[in-house]
């Protein structure tokens, strides 16, 4: 898994967010359109893309993108 591919089904779970403010180092709190539907909608995507099982905690304990990426890959 790479971290660009991530990083572009981590934006595509936004509709109205400019991809171009979605990157690696992106603090996903920070965008608009976060809230917990679109935590909810991450964890999903997570699940079924990677089969890897994501919890609310991995989410509050991360700050940017790539933490969420780097939690994927510790479970690998």
């Known amino acids: 898994m790479e971290l660009?591919?991530?990083?572009?089904?981590?934006?595509?779970?936004f509709e109205e967010t400019?991809?171009?403010?979605?990157?690696a180092g992106t603090k996903f709190r920070d965008l608009e359109e976060w809230s917990s539907l679109a935590a909810m909608?991450?964890?999903?995507?997570?699940?079924?893309?990677?089969?890897?099982?994501?919890?609310?905690d991995d989410i509050r304990k991360s700050n940017t993108i790539e933490d969420i990426f780097n939690v994927i890959i510790?479970?690998?």
């Open 4 to 13: 660009d591919n991530f990083v572009k089904n981590f934006a595509d779970q």
């Open 18 to 23: 400019d991809l171009q403010l979605v990157h």
């Open 41 to 56: 909608s991450i964890i999903a995507m997570v699940d079924e893309a990677y089969k890897i099982k994501l919890t609310g």
């Open 74 to 76: 510790s479970r690998k």
